[in-house]
């Protein structure tokens, strides 16, 4: 079975672009989740969806960033201008049910703001 | 948000040794607990979910104290490709997961 997909696996842009990362779901899993990783701290919640509609967006770092989920099976997040602090992995998951599930995760989007 | 704590490490362990791990976390309200495992440039991959109860996969033995608010993860006969990053996964909310930063483990032959 396909796991959550997405892409790119890595990005890497200059300052001032927009970048869009997408994701696709495991089929049949209602829950979608966007994360952010760095070193310094970790993995952080950015938003969850739930059926298509965004529940929580409190992790979204500021207006730059946007999130939209068209239908079930694609989800975008983006970023409108990028900053070099912006740089990060990229985490989408998905889940079947989205209370006290397990996440399953995508191999992440690598992203570099030069 | 609520906070999960764990010893960054790393824990360097020779080859058929035992190791434990150890997480709090503060949200006495949370219900489901996990341990995932991420490799160095991958994903977190779910390991095991741990339940009230104490649970067991193969070397893998994961134990819940709700009154500490302290999970455990313990490894018994390390293998090399037990190298990873363990991560400490705590419910919030009821849909979001918070996770902490990690133990590194290398297991050496």
């Known amino acids: 079975d396909a796991g959550v997909i997405q892409s790119p696996r890595h990005e890497v842009t200059e300052m001032g672009q927009e970048v869009t990362l997408r994701c696709k779901p495991i089929?049949?899993?209602?829950?979608l989740f966007w994360y952010r990783q760095t070193m310094m701290r970790g993995l952080e919640l950015l938003i969850y969806?739930?059926?298509?509609?965004?529940?929580?967006d409190s992790g979204m770092p500021e207006d730059r960033f946007s999130a939209k989920m068209p239908n079930a099976s694609f989800s975008t997040l983006k970023i409108q201008p990028s900053e070099p602090r912006d740089s990060a992995v990229y985490f989408c998951?998905?889940?079947?049910?989205?209370?006290?599930?397990?996440?399953?995760f995508g191999d992440g989007t690598r992203l570099s703001i030069l | 948000r609520k906070e999960v704590e764990q010893d960054p490490g790393p824990f360097n362990v020779p080859e058929g040794a035992t190791v434990a791990f150890n997480c709090t976390y503060s949200?006495?309200?949370?219900?489901?607990f996990f341990w995932y495992r991420q490799d160095c440039r991958k994903e977190p991959k779910l390991l095991m979910s741990?339940?009230?109860s104490g649970n067991e996969d193969g070397r893998f033995t994961a134990q819940l104290n709700r009154a500490s608010q302290y999970i455990s993860l313990l490894i018994r006969d390390s293998k090399l490709s037990d190298s990873a990053t363990y991560l400490c996964?705590?419910?919030?909310?009821?849909?979001?997961?918070?996770f902490g930063k990690g133990t590194s483990l290398l297991v050496t032959p």
């Open positions: 998951a998905s889940a079947d049910r989205a209370w006290n599930q397990p996440q399953h």
């Open positions: 996964v705590v419910e919030w909310a009821g849909y979001a997961l918070n």
């Open positions: 741990v339940y009230s």
């Open positions: 089929s049949g899993h209602n829950s």
């Open positions: 969806f739930n059926n298509n509609v965004p529940i929580d």
């Open positions: 949200n006495s309200a949370s219900q489901s």
